[in-house]
């Protein structure tokens, strides 16, 4: 379904992928995991075109989008949750939602959908978004990724500096996701979520991939040592 | 007694002159860290619609269309090459303001034109002279105006989400491209409608724009970016300012006066009057 081919890209003068190539199937869960720095979110960046591509190509359904806005994107059926729970601080929980429901030209009715996923939002629909705890903000940004209907979803680090009972709701959450069929290019950085979550792995250096496979052929240990300082 | 308290209506005006001209610039320099000198040609144009046409009201929304016109053209054909590149839109869009104006001394000669006030504007109430009054009235109707839009319409809540975060507002499906052209076209077309609104109180030349935008950056920057609250109060201070220190001083000393003003205010409030506060920006 989406298929990176040969992805390079960077900041101005300073490239920072060199070359990245990997597949995500349908109703697949691909982990990539790597040490901080190695580009990781700048490769999602450059899936879901925020950053431009420098070379090489990425497809989605067959299709060459690397040459696709981001919007455009979306309203292919890729989501992004980039990382750091980011939101509009302004508008509400609902104004949010709102904003994301219509600029993706989906009905109103794929917000409930998406609270029935984060039932912690209802009660704050009407709070300002940026008076929320970063747990909250992670579970509105994924709401919001929702609401758009992907077919992919692709998340950056959503447990990253999160308190402790909301990772287990946002792995929950992942996790029913996954099992409903949608597929989900993930980069975690906690190795037990991303071993209970995963079907498959993609392991960055140094802006290139230096190991990939299915979740039963890598075991625990081995991702351990790829990824250790 | 008399004179001081007649510089409140000139004062007023001034700064809803200042406001209409500023509400574009912030939300362009906001929204895509554009510097754009050429807005005071937009001014500049707007003054001249409201000449070549001869008729207040017809002028308002003609100027509006021309200057937000011009404003689109200048955006796509130039700027958006350089968003986030604020010294070379400022050095860019310098030239072109260089350029319109020497289009508009070969269009209408160097020499400054006069725009006949209608004769229902003269005359007043008070202290408070009707062609005064209607400058203030523009201004609130153009803030009204921008807040429904902002707050109350789906571009408009766009608008605010690609300010806050264009990044997020590109992934969440929002085509940032159209909504700069759009924030262009609005912010230029209410520069036209200062233009017209200038024509009541002096003069129009082709430099007419050059004397009000440096003022109206500094509105920008004490009110905050792209905020609207902020460019509201900072408009009237400014304006008010400005009127009372030429009336104390002279209108070169008034400048410095200003200027002071607003640097020292900047020194204790570098952000401007209000910022954008979130826990994801902190
Ligand atoms: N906006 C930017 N401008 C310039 N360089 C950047 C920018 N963002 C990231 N970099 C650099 O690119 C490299 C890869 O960064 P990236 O954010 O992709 O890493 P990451 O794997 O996501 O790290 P982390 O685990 O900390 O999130 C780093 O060396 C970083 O310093
Ligand atoms: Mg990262």
């Avoid at chain 2, 200048?74 to 604020?86: S, V």
């Avoid at chain 2, 400022?90 to 209408?108: I, K, Y």
Wanted: aromatic residues 6%.
């Amino acid at each position: 379904m989406l298929s990176v081919t040969g992805l390079e890209s960077g900041y101005g003068r300073a490239r920072v992928l060199f070359g990245v190539s990997l597949e995500v199937e349908p109703g697949q869960l691909v982990c990539v995991m790597g040490r901080n720095g190695v580009g990781k979110t700048t490769l999602l960046n450059t899936v879901i075109g925020v950053l431009p591509a420098t070379a090489g190509t990425v497809t989605f359904d067959g299709r060459d989008i690397t040459r696709l806005k981001p919007h455009e994107r979306v309203r292919l059926g890729m989501a992004y949750v980039p990382q750091g729970h980011q939101c509009f601080p302004t508008l509400s929980v609902l104004g949010n939602l709102l904003i994301t429901v219509e600029a993706a030209k989906q009905p109103r009715a794929a917000i409930d959908a998406a609270l029935e996923v984060f039932p912690a939002l209802r009660p704050l629909l009407k709070r300002s978004a940026g008076h929320l705890s970063g747990g909250q903000q992670q579970q509105l940004a994924m709401a919001r990724a929702l609401v758009t209907k992907p077919r992919l979803l692709i998340l950056d680090e959503p447990t990253e500096g999160i308190q402790p009972s909301i990772v287990l709701e946002i792995e929950a959450a992942i996790q029913r996701l996954h099992a409903a069929g949608l597929a989900v290019l993930l980069v975690e950085q906690y190795l037990d979520i991303a071993l209970r979550l995963a079907d498959r792995f993609v392991i960055l250096d140094g802006g290139q991939v230096v190991r990939t496979g299915a979740a039963e052929e890598l075991h625990g240990e081995e991702v351990r040592r790829l990824l250790a300082v | 007694m008399p004179a001081f308290l007649n510089q409140l209506p000139i004062g007023l005006s001034i700064g809803a002159v200042l406001l209409l001209i500023a509400l574009g610039l912030t939300f362009t320099f906001g929204q895509m860290g554009v510097i754009n000198m050429a807005h005071g040609e937009f001014i500049m144009a707007g003054a001249y619609t409201a000449f070549l046409l001869g008729d207040l009201l017809a002028a308002l929304p003609v100027a509006f269309l021309v200057a937000g016109v011009m404003g689109l053209v200048l955006e796509r054909a130039a700027i958006r090459h350089f968003y986030r590149r604020p010294l070379d839109t400022l050095l860019l869009t310098w030239g072109v303001s260089l350029v319109l104006q020497q289009l508009a001394r070969d269009l209408f000669g160097a020499p400054n034109v006069q725009v006949p006030a209608p004769s229902w504007l003269a005359g007043g109430v008070g202290i408070l002279p009707y062609n005064r009054l209607f400058i203030m009235g523009l201004a609130v109707a153009g803030v009204v105006a921008v807040w429904v839009y902002l707050t109350r319409t789906k571009l408009g809540r766009r608008t605010q989400a690609v300010v806050q975060n264009r990044q997020l507002a590109a992934t969440s499906g929002i085509d940032t491209g159209r909504v700069d052209m759009l924030t262009f076209f609005i912010g230029s077309g209410l520069a036209g409608v200062a233009g017209v609104a200038l024509t009541l109180i002096g003069p129009v030349g082709p430099a007419l724009g050059t004397y009000y935008i440096v003022d109206a950056f500094l509105v920008v920057v004490a009110g905050g970016l792209g905020q609207l609250r902020g460019a509201v109060l900072a408009a009237i201070a400014l304006g008010l300012l400005n009127s009372y220190a030429e009336f104390w001083s002279d209108a070169s000393l008034a400048k410095v006066i200003v200027f002071a003003v607003v640097i020292a205010f900047l020194q204790v409030r570098p952000q401007g009057l209000f910022v954008l506060r979130s826990r994801v920006l902190t």
